[in-house]
């Protein structure tokens, strides 16, 4: 199947501080990204469906100022977790939906923990 | 309001068994769905793939099949391993994105 990396695997970071993730399809274009995040023992929340070229489409609930996404190009989207807290800690998965079948590809997640 | 259910929640069998996970959906308005594995801490792996025009997919072990009139699909796992030991996630593609059911953690003890 198709690939998915994320970057950074995990970061730690002090309260009120940025963190940006990077989610890339390594071997397709992938013109819709999604992004998620994991709570211990829970299922995936869908946070954002990133358009590469146009804005985000955030769910109910998701604050778009806070968690910015930007899908620059066909292969790259990013989430910029912006001055984080505590409660943000959680686990951040990215996807990227294939054509023509619309699977999806997952990428190993990124665990974001903030101090 | 899709919705989507696993049962069991929890799972525990013996190396060797035969097992079946379900999975429910309340729309039958849905494009494909798919089956995952998730270790813990890790992303999700899938596992097989089945458009609304299918009734079942095959890999390996892995039998997937799909009933839209019932709102049902099945993940049926042959001769199982000790390293198939996860959580399984089943999750319909509806309105331009994926439904997630809450997942089955199985346990396949040596």
């Known amino acids: 199947g198709a690939v998915v990396s994320q970057h950074p695997s995990w970061v730690i970071c002090k309260s009120g501080t940025s963190v940006k993730i990077e989610c890339r399809s390594l071997d397709f274009q992938a013109t819709t990204m999604f992004w998620y995040r994991q709570f211990p023992k829970q299922s995936l929340m869908l946070m954002a469906t990133?358009?590469?070229?146009?804005?985000?489409?955030?769910e109910q609930g998701v604050e778009k100022d806070k968690f910015l996404i930007n899908h620059a190009s066909l292969t790259l989207s990013t989430l910029t977790v912006t001055s984080a807290h505590p409660e943000d800690s959680s686990f951040y998965i990215c996807?990227?939906?294939?054509?023509?079948?619309?699977?999806?590809?997952f990428g190993p997640g990124t665990r974001l923990t903030v101090l | 309001k899709q919705e989507v259910t696993q049962i069991p929640a929890a799972l525990s069998v013996p190396e060797g068994e035969n097992l079946v996970l379900n999975c429910s959906f309340t729309d039958s308005a849905i494009y494909n769905l798919q089956w995952f594995r998730q270790d813990p801490g890790k992303g999700l792996t899938s596992l097989l793939l089945?458009?609304?025009?299918?009734r079942e997919q095959t890999s390996g072990r892995l039998n997937a099949s799909l009933d839209k009139s019932s709102g049902r699909s099945t993940l049926y796992i042959a001769a199982s391993q000790p390293g198939d030991s996860a959580t399984y996630l089943c999750a319909f593609f509806s309105s331009y994105k994926l439904i997630f059911g809450s997942g089955t953690r199985l346990l396949v003890r040596p």
């Open positions: 089945i458009q609304s025009s299918q």
């Open positions: 990133s358009n590469e070229g146009s804005k985000a489409t955030y």
């Open positions: 996807s990227a939906r294939g054509w023509p079948d619309n699977e999806q590809f």
